[in-house]
């Protein structure tokens, strides 16, 4: 089980990073552009303002792999 809890936190906040960059790369290319590096330095804003932009998918696995991210980590806590 142990095992099991890792390669998902390790994969869910992968899967969070690279939707994290795809997103902030897709906001720098709309206008306004300097929504991009913001919601790259605050994080809340990327699937926020990428689900305003049509960016719909990206934001969806941005916010799945936070909460599939936030339980793994619960489960790592509880199990350690």
């Known amino acids: 089980m142990e095992l099991v809890t890792m ?3 390790v994969s869910s906040f992968a899967i ?3 939707a994290h960059v795809a997103l902030a790369l897709g906001l720098t290319r709309k206008k306004p552009r300097w929504k991009g590096p913001l919601a790259l330095l605050l994080p809340p804003l990327a699937p ?3 689900y305003g932009a049509k960016m719909r998918l990206r934001a969806i696995l ?3 792999a936070f909460c599939v991210y936030v339980l ?3 489960m790592a806590t509880i199990e350690a």
Do not use: K, M, Q
Request: charged share 0%; proline share 0%; net charge neutral.
């Open 7 to 9: 390669l998902t936190l």
């Open 16 to 18: 969070l990073c690279s």
């Open 48 to 50: 926020y303002w990428g």
């Open 62 to 64: 941005w916010v799945t």
């Open 72 to 74: 793994a980590l619960v």
